[in-house]
């Protein structure tokens, strides 16, 4: 099973700052990782698939990369919609499907 | 536009079943992989299982192996999950999600709220 570590658990960022959250896989997954934004009493939405494809509508402010088994997804300019828990995920080798234990992102 | 809703959560006592469904429209049901996904209350989310578009092939997570059942009816345009044996750490929100571009998870319904309790 291919384990996702997600870091930090807690991100305080003030409105209009850069966020930067980090997904790293215990093994290579190639580009095979997905990004999932979650807002309370609501379920998962899908941001980035193929560690930096945005999926559709979703803005230019939320940007992907990585490969192998280091990841990154950065929100530009912190919006207040955008206070949220994210998620990871690998699709690479599965099942299992392999979800990281989210970062919130919290307003500073 | 793609809509999946779930549906069949509710309370149940340890040791009991439970059926749930999600309904699937605006798009061709039989073309695509479906899964479901579970959440716990305050927890992160785990794949629970997935079942291929012709519903000749499953997968389950390790926890409910034995235990829970993906099926398919694709004239219905549904997706189920029968849970038998339910224990109190199955208590959680259960996602459908569908497959696109070889996402396991592109589409997500609105969830359903299982609570196994005496």
């Known amino acids: 099973e291919i384990v996702m570590t997600q870091s930090p658990g807690t991100l305080s960022v003030s409105p209009g700052e850069r966020a930067t959250l980090s997904c790293r896989a215990s093994q290579s997954i190639s580009n095979n990782l997905a990004w999932y934004q979650q807002k309370p009493g609501q379920a998962p939405r899908l941001l980035i698939y193929g560690a930096s494809t945005r999926a559709t509508g979703i803005p230019a402010t939320f940007s992907g990369s990585g490969s192998g088994t280091e990841f990154t997804l950065t929100i530009s300019s912190l919006q207040s919609e955008d206070f949220a828990v994210y998620y990871c995920?690998?699709?690479?080798?599965?099942?299992?499907?392999?979800f990281g234990g989210g970062t919130k992102v919290e307003i500073k | 536009e793609v809509q999946l809703v779930e549906s069949g959560g509710g309370l149940v006592q340890p040791g009991g079943s439970l059926r749930l469904s999600c309904a699937a429209s605006g798009f061709i049901f039989s073309n695509y992989e479906m899964n479901w996904v579970r959440q716990a209350p305050g927890r992160g989310l785990e794949w629970v299982s997935y079942i291929t578009s012709s519903g000749s092939n499953t997968a389950y997570a390790d926890s409910v192996k034995g235990r829970f059942t993906i099926s398919r009816d694709n004239a219905k345009n549904s997706l189920y999950l029968q849970m038998n044996s339910l224990r109190a750490e199955d208590t959680a929100v259960y996602y459908c999600a569908r497959e696109t571009r070889r996402v396991p998870s592109y589409y997500w319904g609105q969830g359903t709220l299982v609570t196994v309790s005496s």
């Open positions: 995920q690998q699709y690479n080798n599965w099942p299992p499907l392999t």
